[in-house]
């Protein structure tokens, strides 16, 4: 998909947006962006690279905490996938069954991460 985005900018940049709504639909509920601003569950911001279960403040389950995951975009497509399935005991129990969405989700936080 990326590929896509150096011959075709604007599906990029689109990718992005609809990566954006799909976070805010789908995540943002739980999830903030905003560093140090944990809600149900721990802000995203810097996850790309971040160990599991490390944002201080956060609540975790003791599955979570001790799996040894450290989220980079394989792990998180798995993670958001089936959070159960991957790591048994989670207390995250949303998934995104849709690869697309999936795709579009972890796009942008790689991409919020940059910014």
Not at 16 to 23: I, K, P, S, T, Y
Not at 41 to 70: D, F, H, M, N, Q
Request: a positive charge.
């Amino acid at each position: 998909m990326a590929a896509a985005g150096l011959l075709l900018p604007g599906a990029a940049s689109a990718q992005q947006a609809d990566g954006e709504r799909l976070f805010r639909q789908r995540c943002g509920t739980c999830h903030s962006l905003e560093p140090g601003q944990n809600r149900t569950g721990p802000y995203l911001s810097g996850v790309i690279t971040r160990k599991a279960g490390s944002v201080e403040g956060a609540r975790y389950s003791a599955a979570l905490r001790e799996s040894g995951i450290v989220w980079e975009g394989g792990t998180l497509n798995t993670f958001l996938a089936a959070p159960r399935q991957m790591v048994p005991g989670t207390s995250m129990t949303v998934g995104v069954p849709n690869a697309a969405q999936r795709a579009a989700i972890i796009g942008y936080l790689e991409g919020a991460v940059a910014q």
